[in-house]
């Protein structure tokens, strides 16, 4: 029998090299990380575009709520939103297009401590990523998935999004769009998501509240975040943006966030529609039910180390 050696895991260090002992930072004592702390590069995007605020209530985020670096994991895909890694100096990745959700749920999955966000936009999340949107919310794997809806693709300078209305002019749809678009809010119930919520980068107060939400809750939170793309998609929003004669409305108290029909029903509403949790519940997690399936596995080979179990799964290969 041929034995593959696996390391023993690195503990942390007790002592430095010197022999002195290291005295150990306790989180309560670690200061928040501030923006000067986790913003990387100046950001790319075209002044006056949406995803500024987004990235902004991130940084502010993991301020509030102390995220340290090292349990931060910031993923996208790509299009102009899925820049949004380059410009956070933390652990992350820039992916595939459309394949952010199943890099992330392997981090997810694997690393339960971490706090995993996905950004990325409409084209990214709905077309070429559309499965992987369905299946992740299925399995209800935790994450927090903000999709920076600006109606068009932005980064390949305008073609039509499967969330840009009937009627809108793009280098796809030089007519005008035919196509019955898709309402991301509908999608995400349907296909199992425990958390659903719609916010706007013009009100940065209710992005925050959005966001700290949707950390706090145990499995797969959506966020549809309006973004306008002020380059090809200028004025989107702004029947939702008092600034600009529109109007922000509330859900209210009333609606019942685990009605899930009642959702789905406020969820119709035309543009400039409501803001705020249409859904919630609690559902099992993937990581909890896999986590569980793992114990059980582990509590019939009691004394085994990783790599003997290992060994003898290759055995049975043989
Ligand atoms: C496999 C593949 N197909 C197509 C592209 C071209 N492409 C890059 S980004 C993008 C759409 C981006 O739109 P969206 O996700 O809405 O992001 P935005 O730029 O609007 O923020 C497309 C079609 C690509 N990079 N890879
Ligand atoms: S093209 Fe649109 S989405 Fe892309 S950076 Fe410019 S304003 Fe933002
Ligand atoms: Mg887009």
Redesign the pocket.
């Known amino acids: 029998m041929t034995t593959i050696a696996i390391p023993n895991a690195v503990l942390p260090r007790t002592t430095r090299t010197s022999g002195e002992p290291v005295t150990p930072i306790l989180d309560a004592d670690r200061k928040g990380l501030t923006k000067k702390d986790v913003a990387a590069d100046h950001p790319t995007w075209c002044p006056g575009c949406g995803?500024f605020s987004v990235l902004a209530l991130y940084f502010k985020l993991i301020e509030r709520r102390k995220i340290w670096h090292e349990k931060i994991t910031t993923v996208a895909?790509?299009?102009?939103?899925?820049r949004f890694p380059y410009f956070v100096q933390a652990h992350g990745a820039h992916y595939i297009?459309?394949r952010a959700l199943p890099f992330a749920s392997g981090v997810s999955l694997s690393r339960p401590d971490l706090h995993v966000f996905v950004f990325?936009?409409?084209?990214?999340?709905f077309?070429?990523g559309g499965n992987h949107f369905n299946h992740t919310a299925r399995k209800n794997i935790k994450m927090t998935y903000v999709v920076?809806d600006?109606y068009?693709?932005?980064?390949?300078k305008k073609?039509t999004?499967p969330t840009s209305p009937i009627g809108f002019k793009s280098k796809t749809d030089i007519w005008g769009a035919v196509d019955q678009p898709i309402n991301p809010l509908k999608q995400a119930i349907a296909a199992g998501a425990t958390f659903v919520a719609r916010t706007t980068h013009t009100n940065a107060n209710h992005v925050l509240q959005m966001m700290e939400a949707a950390m706090d809750h145990d499995g797969f939170s959506f966020i549809e975040c309006l973004s306008e793309?002020i380059e090809f998609y200028a004025g989107a929003f702004d029947s939702s943006n008092p600034r600009k004669g529109g109007k922000f409305e509330l859900i209210g108290p009333e609606h019942d966030v685990t009605d899930e029909m009642a959702a789905y029903k406020l969820a119709d509403e035309p543009l400039p529609g409501k803001f705020g949790i249409f859904y919630k519940a609690n559902r099992p997690t993937k990581n909890k039910l896999e986590a569980d399936i793992i114990a059980s596995s582990r509590a019939k080979v009691k004394d085994q180390a990783d790599w003997q179990i290992l060994q003898r799964t290759f055995d049975r290969m043989k």
């Not at 895909?77 to 899925?82: F, R």
């Not at 068009?152 to 390949?156: E, F, K, N, S």
């Open positions: 995803d895909g790509i299009g102009c939103s899925s297009h459309g990325g936009g409409d084209g990214d999340a077309s070429i920076m600006n068009v693709y932005g980064l390949t073609q999004s793309c």
